[in-house]
């Protein structure tokens, strides 16, 4: 079983910027497909960023350009930098891992039951 506890989130203004990190129970970075998601009040679970095994990464096209998803095996941790925060960031964040990976496959867009795991979330709040 795959804990997974995340930490960093905040209450920023637009603008701002943040470090999401992820700590798993056991070495699954470099067997497992990550991934970042988010859900705002009222609204689904959406995916963020993923990034596969071997260091390829996904992002939805709301965050291109300004959030970086990353990991670091050494520490066991996973990290979600986020630049240039807007109001409609706000949302619960989660990470997620998938231990057979088909989550990171090419075909597939952030479908939320290819993760097997999954944390409890930080809470990201984007004030304008």
């Known amino acids: 079983q795959v804990q997974l506890v995340e930490s960093g989130g905040g209450s920023v203004q637009a603008g701002g910027s943040l470090r999401l990190s992820c700590v798993a129970s056991?070495?699954?970075?470099?067997?497992?497909?990550m991934g970042w998601f988010r859900q705002a009040p009222g609204e689904g679970r959406e995916g963020v960023a993923r990034?596969?095994?071997?260091?390829?990464?996904r992002y939805a096209e709301s965050v291109l350009g300004r959030f970086t998803i990353s990991q670091d095996n050494s520490k066991n941790t996973l990290y979600l930098q986020v630049n240039s925060l807007k109001p409609e960031d706000t949302g619960m964040y989660y990470c997620?891992?998938?231990?057979?990976?088909?989550?990171?496959?090419?075909?597939?867009?952030?479908?939320?039951?290819?993760?097997?795991?999954w944390g409890q979330g930080t809470q990201v709040t984007v004030s304008s």
């Open positions: 056991g070495y699954i970075y470099n067997t497992h497909c």
């Open positions: 990034i596969n095994n071997d260091g390829t990464t």
């Open positions: 997620a891992a998938d231990p057979l990976r088909l989550g990171c496959s090419p075909h597939r867009t952030f479908v939320l039951s290819d993760f097997r795991y």
